[in-house]
């Protein structure tokens, strides 16, 4: 059964940096990742994709602020998040396949406030 487990987030200040964590069991083959996020009333969107090869993109939102990251083998990665603000507000998923048919994480909150 393929599992995918994140963990890291809580609440930050404005400006402030959270880094999540997503690690996977259940599955050997390497995978494109990404991390999506929820906002309140708001569709889930993709903020940050990487590929099996470590090439990433970004939400144009979270460009120059996020950082997604993996470790050289498997399917674990991260989510550095620097200068944060209200809109990263959010239960942050960790997807396995990069897109929505994938597999998915139980979310975790980031809240940011003044």
């Known amino acids: 059964q393929v599992q995918l487990v994140e963990s890291g987030g809580g609440s930050a200040q404005f400006g402030g940096s959270l880094r999540l964590s997503c690690a996977t069991s259940g599955i050997y083959s390497i995978y494109d990742m990404a991390w999506y996020r929820q906002a309140p009333g708001k569709q889930r969107e993709m903020v940050a994709y990487?590929?099996?090869?470590?090439?990433?993109r970004y939400a144009e939102s979270v460009k120059r602020r996020f950082t997604i990251s993996r470790k050289k083998a498997g399917n674990t990665i991260y989510l550095q998040m620097d200068n944060l603000k209200a809109e990263g507000t959010a239960v942050y998923y960790c997807?396995?396949?990069?897109?929505?048919?994938?597999?998915w994480g139980q979310g975790i909150q980031v809240t940011v406030s003044s």
């Open positions: 990487i590929t099996v090869y470590g090439s990433t």
């Open positions: 997807n396995l396949g990069g897109t929505p048919e994938g597999y």
